[in-house]
């Protein structure tokens, strides 16, 4: 178990103080799982593979509300944030400048190659980009970045591949695709029901 996890759940600050509004003091941080879906995942009893020397790929970083936490849980080690959006980076360049551990990377995570030089191998891949072919997407970013035996949370939203579908079946299609994991779990999340965490362990 990561110490830098708490119950609630919450993480205990790399830098003192709120990041995004959330409530802040006495050595941590809330992490509601009504703002962030890995946090869901987490309250929901979800594997979290992430040791405090781990180096994480985070596709999609959005303006770092996630990110920050994982900052947090990662203290020994880094975070780079791939989002493919300026506005978003420049305010998580703001809410998180003064964290070492954290490389913002601005780039279209379906090419990995435009990130090569700045992302070395991580022990785990956490995605989440709300577009078409997220499972292709994670599975080109391992074949680049991920360790044999390193993880992938991969956040499915059942929408962005297709509306018409039950998203049931658009979870199981995407975990199917990831022909070079073990898949270990499909957390649908409670608060967000068009989405679901994919838990894989690398195996290529
Ligand atoms: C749902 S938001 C991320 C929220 C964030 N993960 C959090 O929990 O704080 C999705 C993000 O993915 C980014 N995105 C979408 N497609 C992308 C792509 N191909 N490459 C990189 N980022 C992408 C968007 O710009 C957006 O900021």
Same mark, same amino acid.
């Given at each position: 178990?990561?110490?830098?996890?708490?119950?609630?759940?919450?993480?205990?600050?790399l830098?003192p103080?709120?990041?995004?509004?959330?409530?802040?003091?006495?050595?941590?941080?809330?992490?509601?799982?009504?703002?962030?879906?890995?946090?869901d995942?987490?309250?929901?009893?979800?594997?979290?593979?992430?040791?405090?020397?781990?180096?994480?790929?985070?596709?999609?970083?959005?303006?770092?509300?996630?990110?920050?936490?994982?900052?947090?849980?990662?203290?020994?080690?880094?975070?780079?944030?791939?989002?493919?959006?300026?506005?978003?980076?420049?305010?998580?360049?703001?809410?998180?400048?003064?964290?070492?551990?954290?490389?913002?990377?601005?780039?279209?995570?379906r090419?990995?190659?435009?990130?090569?030089?700045?992302?070395?191998?991580?022990?785990?891949?956490?995605?989440d980009?709300?577009?078409?072919?997220?499972?292709?997407?994670?599975?080109?970013? $391992?074949e /680049?970045? &991920? *360790?044999?035996?390193?993880?992938?949370?991969?956040? %499915?939203?059942? !929408?962005?591949? +297709?509306?018409t579908?039950?998203?049931?079946?658009?979870?199981?299609? $995407?975990? /199917?695709? &990831? *022909?070079?994991?073990?898949?270990a779990?499909?957390? %649908?999340?409670? !608060?967000?029901? +068009?989405?679901?965490?994919?838990?894989?362990?690398?195996?290529?």
């Amino acid at each position: 178990m990561n110490p830098n996890l708490l119950t609630g759940p919450a993480t205990r600050p790399l830098v003192p103080g709120s990041v995004y509004g959330e409530g802040a003091g006495r050595g941590r941080r809330e992490w509601s799982p009504g703002r962030s879906k890995l946090a869901d995942h987490v309250a929901a009893g979800g594997e979290l593979p992430v040791e405090r020397d781990s180096g994480v790929l985070y596709l999609g970083a959005g303006s770092g509300t996630t990110l920050s936490h994982v900052s947090d849980l990662v203290d020994e080690g880094v975070v780079y944030g791939v989002d493919k959006a300026y506005r978003p980076l420049k305010t998580l360049l703001r809410r998180l400048s003064g964290r070492e551990n954290v490389v913002p990377v601005l780039a279209d995570g379906r090419n990995p190659r435009n990130y090569a030089g700045k992302v070395e191998l991580v022990d785990l891949i956490y995605q989440d980009v709300a577009q078409r072919d997220q499972a292709g997407i994670a599975s080109r970013n $391992a074949e /680049a970045y &991920l *360790a044999e035996g390193g993880h992938l949370l991969l956040m %499915v939203k059942s !929408r962005a591949e +297709d509306v018409t579908e039950e998203p049931e079946e658009v979870f199981d299609r $995407a975990a /199917a695709r &990831l *022909a070079d994991f073990e898949v270990a779990e499909v957390n %649908v999340l409670k !608060r967000y029901p +068009d989405h679901a965490c994919v838990v894989g362990r690398y195996r290529p």
